[in-house]
């Protein structure tokens, strides 16, 4: 089993940046695909980037290309999300998900492990 934590939310003004991380403990042995994913007030849980266990493949949800990366660093047990160039419709809380593979995954409903959530706030 594998534990998340994610961290580096905040309050921004659209336009800004934050960087959020995702701390892995446990299982950490495994081989993990990871994603991002958010949720909005009223709203389902969406994808936002997704890597596969090497970091060699990433896949974005449409609205965020070109102003999010999903990274990770194997040797840390951390995946990254930098996050540039924010709307105020990026709002959500934002979680961090691990599956056992090696391959990429796209669904929510195939993750196995999440984190807690870190909230971005982006003000007009």
């Known amino acids: 089993q594998v534990q998340l934590g994610e961290s580096g939310g905040g309050l921004v003004q659209a336009g800004g940046s934050l960087r959020l991380s995702c701390a892995a403990s446990g299982r950490t042995d495994k081989i993990y695909g990871m994603g991002w994913f958010r949720q909005a007030p009223g709203k389902n849980r969406e994808f936002v980037a997704v890597?596969?266990?090497?970091?060699?493949?990433?896949i974005y949800q449409d609205s965020v290309k070109g102003r999010f990366t999903i990274s990770r660093d194997n040797a840390k047990n951390t995946v990254y999300l930098q996050m540039n160039s924010l709307f105020p419709e990026d709002t959500a809380v934002y979680y961090c998900?691990?599956?056992?593979?090696?391959?990429?995954?796209?669904?929510?409903?195939?993750?196995?492990?999440w984190g807690q959530g870190t909230q971005v706030t982006v003000s007009s």
């Open positions: 890597i596969n266990w090497n970091g060699i493949t990433t």
């Open positions: 998900a691990a599956r056992e593979g090696f391959s990429i995954y796209l669904r929510s409903d195939e993750y196995d492990y």
